[in-house]
């Protein structure tokens, strides 16, 4: 993958990581090893910002795990929805 923080493609308008950060909402960042789009890297480095969140790397998924791999995805987005109290 010959992509990460700083050389993304595109223009993309979000929100900033300390605005992120001093909302103090529960974030789950759930990734693929494989995803080319928002590579694991790039979410590690970010996630490593915001105090208040989990990062999910699911192995042998692209960008799609909710569907590449829904299984895995539903149980830790299951369990992350049970530790912060909505499920």
Do not use: W
Not at 25 to 49: E, K, N
Not at 56 to 68: D, K, M, R
Request: charged letters at 15%; one cysteine or more.
């Amino acid at each position: 993958n010959a992509y990460s923080v700083g050389n993304m493609p595109g223009e993309f308008a979000g929100v900033e990581v300390a605005a992120l950060a001093a909302a103090n909402v529960p974030i789950l960042y759930v990734v693929g090893s494989d995803d080319i789009l928002y590579p694991p890297d790039c979410i590690r480095r970010v996630q490593a910002l915001l105090p208040n969140s989990k990062l999910v790397e699911i192995p042998a998924v692209g960008h799609s795990a909710y569907f590449e791999d829904f299984a895995t995805f539903n149980l830790h987005l299951s369990a992350f929805l049970e530790q912060v109290g909505c499920y």
